[in-house]
């Protein structure tokens, strides 16, 4: 589920850890101000976003070495060598 959906399961965590605090607050468990919960959950919030958009961009964005395979599987003539289909690229790529 992580690998397939990493924004939806980092949401839910931060929103139970969101839920937990104020919960041990009510029952005495943590004995925090208003200032330490606010700046807990705002860490809490930047943590897990930043760390789903690393994830998330991660799985979306392909690297140099993809865009010229695919580059080379879409455009390569039968019979044409890698070699000669690189060049071809490189030319365009220069214009």
């Known amino acids: 589920m992580f690998s397939r959906e990493p924004a939806v ?3 839910a ?3 139970v850890v969101k839920a ?3 919960m041990l607050i009510i029952f005495g468990i943590l ?3 208003g200032e330490q919960v606010a700046q807990v959950m ?3 919030g930047v943590l897990v976003g930043s760390l789903t958009i690393v994830l998330t961009r991660s799985q979306v964005t392909p690297g140099e070495q993809v865009n010229a395979l695919i580059r080379t599987a879409v455009e390569q003539p039968t019979g044409t060598p890698v070699q000669v289909v ?3 690229q490189e030319k365009k790529d220069e214009q």
């Open 9 to 11: 399961v980092l949401g």
């Open 20 to 22: 937990i605090i104020p």
């Open 86 to 88: 690189k060049n071809i």
């Open 31 to 33: 004995k925090w101000t």
């Open 13 to 15: 965590l931060a929103e």
């Open 42 to 44: 705002v860490v809490v």
